[in-house]
């Protein structure tokens, strides 16, 4: 299997009695960046939760590159450089907007930790500003660019994204789209982007998969899915 | 205190300003809501949008200025008092009892509004226009957040309000889910005045009449959709482009 490689084969899972995921199989290449696109409630968080180890399998298998990582710890599958960047602007808000990006750059040394600061507060300069503030006292959109910065903090070899432009304005959300890209064309890094703005999700992905009800409904290129009527009618309204 | 200098104006805000410490979130907003409007307010993030929200709804105590709802002043009146005027509102991250079915969340927000054996009545009513029926009896928690959002617009009308402000209705929802949200909010503003703040200027622009730009805690413009879109420094600081 290619080094980078994350293979997810016939995932089952779902909180108590009730199941969410159905029978997932998905595959993110190395340095590609893969969309998972779909209606709220389909289950896209739920797949997020399963690579990062937060919810427990019931069925099927997760592998990064030879390594299987469905089971592990969540902390040795972060420590692989697998990042999870949840949805909703989740930060520690009783500590200040640098704390939490120390907490993303808490496994490395200063000099690289250094380095990260510098991509984050380049990319967030709003955050450059309040970085003693309590990110607790932070407006949602701010609080949201810091659980991105957190994330991007861990260098990530792959990451996942939760929604990164939920409640953030135009302009930052185009800046986040374009850094997006880039970051994945300098870092060589693999990326899942759930979003619900499937069109600029599309734009950027290589390839994109529709989750709905908890099953993969539709699998493409991303191109061949922005042209697709059934697409555009079903999930965008269009 | 009455202010009787415009009789269509249903709310407005005089000289408001909201301080955390040294930070001023809003300063010196002057703002008018006509009764029957639909408004759209926008601006960067932090820019005190949800603030001005808050403050207008008593959950937070202006630092300066006052605001009148049909002449009166309810600056300084507690949250519950404020919803008894007659302004709903609803937030950024929706704020259900999420151990509560969606039923349960209604009859909530009936309870001190209709008598006792219409309550369930008027749940479904509610439930009805914001197309949530099949969900009432389904745990808050367990709905997805478009469903949340359609919750706290039938718990916002349920109230019997004459306005009701909300908090980022399009936030977290597809495209296709903004676009039934959109109707809905259409059907709904036959009666009501609202006031909504949204970064989706997509689904915002075309059913606002008039928008209130904010940036740094300041109203820095006002005008029509149109003008909003079309002005440069608008585009500049928050749009980032035209419109897509």
Redesign the interface.
């Known amino acids: 299997m290619e080094k980078g490689l994350v293979k997810i084969a016939g995932v089952k899972a779902g909180?108590g009695d009730?199941p969410v995921l159905l029978g997932i199989h998905l595959t993110v290449e190395s340095n590609e960046m893969v969309a998972l696109?779909?209606?709220?409630?389909a289950g896209k968080s739920t797949l997020l939760k399963c690579i990062s180890g937060l919810l427990p399998l019931k069925e099927g298998e997760i592998w990064f590159g030879e390594i299987k990582i469905s089971g592990l710890p969540y902390l040795d599958i972060v420590k692989k450089g697998i990042i999870h960047c949840p949805?909703?602007g989740k930060v520690f808000p009783e500590m200040s907007v640098e704390d939490n990006l120390l907490v993303g750059g808490y496994l490395f040394k200063k000099e690289a930790r250094k380095k990260q600061f510098d991509l984050v507060y380049n990319l967030f300069p709003?955050l450059l500003q309040r970085r003693r503030?309590l990110a607790g006292?932070?407006?949602?959109?701010?609080r949201?660019?810091v659980a991105l910065g957190l994330a991007l903090m861990s260098r990530p070899a792959f990451l996942m994204m939760d929604?990164p432009s939920?409640?953030?304005?135009?302009?930052?959300?185009?800046?986040i789209f374009k850094t997006i890209d880039m970051i994945k064309g300098e870092q060589k890094i693999s990326i899942l982007l759930v979003e619900?703005?499937?069109?600029s999700a599309l734009e950027l992905a290589d390839r994109s998969y529709v989750l709905d009800h908890g099953m993969i409904a539709m699998q493409a290129d991303s191109k061949a899915l922005l042209q697709n009527g059934e697409f555009k009618r079903?999930?965008?309204?269009? | 205190m009455r202010e009787n200098n415009i009789k269509k104006t249903l709310l407005a805000a005089r000289g408001l300003a909201k301080h955390?410490g040294g930070?001023a979130a809003i300063e010196d907003i002057h703002m008018e809501v006509e009764k029957g409007s639909m408004i759209g307010i926008i601006?960067?993030?932090?820019?005190g949008k949800?603030t001005l929200f808050n403050v207008m709804t008593g959950y937070l105590k202006a630092t300066r200025g006052e605001v009148f709802y049909e002449g009166e002043k309810i600056s300084g009146m507690r949250p519950f008092a404020i919803v008894n005027k007659g302004i709903a509102r609803t937030f950024?991250?929706p704020q259900c009892c999420k151990q509560l079915t969606i039923r349960e969340n209604i009859h909530l927000a009936c309870i001190h509004r209709c008598p006792k054996n219409i309550i369930e009545e008027k749940t479904r009513e509610f439930a009805r226009i914001a197309k949530i029926e099949s969900s009432l009896d389904t745990l808050a928690t367990?709905?997805?957040?478009?469903?949340l959002r359609k919750t706290e617009l039938a718990m916002a009308l349920a109230t019997n309000p004459q306005l009701i402000l909300l908090d980022?209705p399009f936030?977290?929802?597809?495209?296709?889910?903004?676009?039934e949200l959109a109707a809905i909010i259409k059907g709904v503003r036959e009666k009501i005045t609202l006031v909504v703040i949204d970064?989706k200027?997509k689904h915002l622009m075309p059913i606002v009449e008039k928008v209130f730009v904010l940036n740094e805690g300041r109203l820095f413009f006002e005008g029509s959709p149109e003008e909003v879109a079309r002005n440069p420094e608008i585009q500049?600081?928050?749009?980032?482009?035209e419109?897509k």
């Open positions: 909180y009730v696109v779909g209606p709220n409630g949805e909703g709003k503030q006292t932070l407006s949602g959109g701010e949201q660019m929604e939920l409640g953030l304005a135009p302009v930052i959300k185009k800046a619900q703005d499937a069109f079903i999930y965008m309204g269009l | 955390f930070l601006g960067p993030n932090g820019s949800t950024q991250v367990n709905v997805p957040i478009g469903y980022e936030s977290g929802l597809t495209d296709l889910e903004c676009y970064h200027l500049r600081i928050y749009i980032g482009g419109i």
